[in-house]
T-cell receptor, first 113, second 111 residues
């Protein structure tokens, strides 16, 4: 158990809908990262937050947004969902601002029908 | 050319074999190198972490980095069926740059 928690474990929704994924980092970790994992693309970095502020952006679509709250938990919002958004979404956290040692949560499996 | 290349396998070996997993990369700025293990439908688990070139050993696992060749390896000695998983290499430059992952190599260790 990495100490990173994610909810929900599974999510099934329809195209066009909006969902929110939640992540709680390990105790003491200030950085949170979001990744998308699909079979063909592998693990793709989406966005990083450090102590409430956005620090880095990767291949995140404009339909997706995230935030980190004062208690350091983070939420990833996915809107206008498309079939291609079906994937595993992982959250990771690290103790320092540098992302060299990241600990991953169990993931949320999103299925868009 | 992708930044990080990793043979997807699958790689199937008998129990007790020595396994060699590899990644190549193109970005010479990468200094931090990691190996993650991911079991089916689980989150990646950090296995090994290496800074710059050289070797690092932890139990049955050895990580090697050759920056001159832009090549990293993970060796698993005395492989066990419980080692069956997908192994992902990851790397980053210094500072706030995010991790870049290989696509992973699927390993099966047959009892």
């Amino acid at each position: 158990d990495s100490g990173v928690t994610q909810t929900p474990k599974h999510l099934i929704t329809a195209t066009g809908q909006r969902v929110t994924l939640r992540c709680s980092p390990r105790s003491g970790d200030l950085s949170v990262y979001w990744y998308q994992q699909s079979l063909d693309q592998g693990l793709q970095f989406l966005i990083q937050y450090y102590n409430g502020e956005e620090r880095a952006k990767g291949n995140i679509l404009e339909r997706f947004s995230a935030q980190q709250f004062p208690d350091l938990h983070s939420e990833l919002n996915l809107s206008s969902l498309e079939l291609g958004d079906s994937a595993l979404y992982f959250c990771a956290s690290s103790v320092v601002e540098r992302g060299d040692e990241q600990y991953f949560g169990p993931g949320t499996r999103l299925t868009v029908t | 050319q992708k930044e990080v290349e990793q043979d997807p396998g699958p790689l199937s070996v008998p129990e007790g074999a020595i396994v060699s997993l590899n990644c190549t990369y193109s970005n010479s700025a990468f200094q931090y190198f990691m190996w993650y293990r991911q079991y089916s439908r689980k989150g990646p688990e950090l296995l090994m972490y290496t800074y710059s070139s050289g070797n690092k050993e932890d139990g049955r696992f050895t990580a090697q980095v050759d920056k001159s060749s832009k090549y990293i390896s993970l060796f698993i000695r005395d492989s066990q069926p419980s080692d069956s998983a997908t192994y992902l290499c990851a790397m980053s430059a210094s500072g706030n740059t995010p991790l870049v992952f290989g696509k992973g190599t699927r390993l099966s260790v047959i009892a």
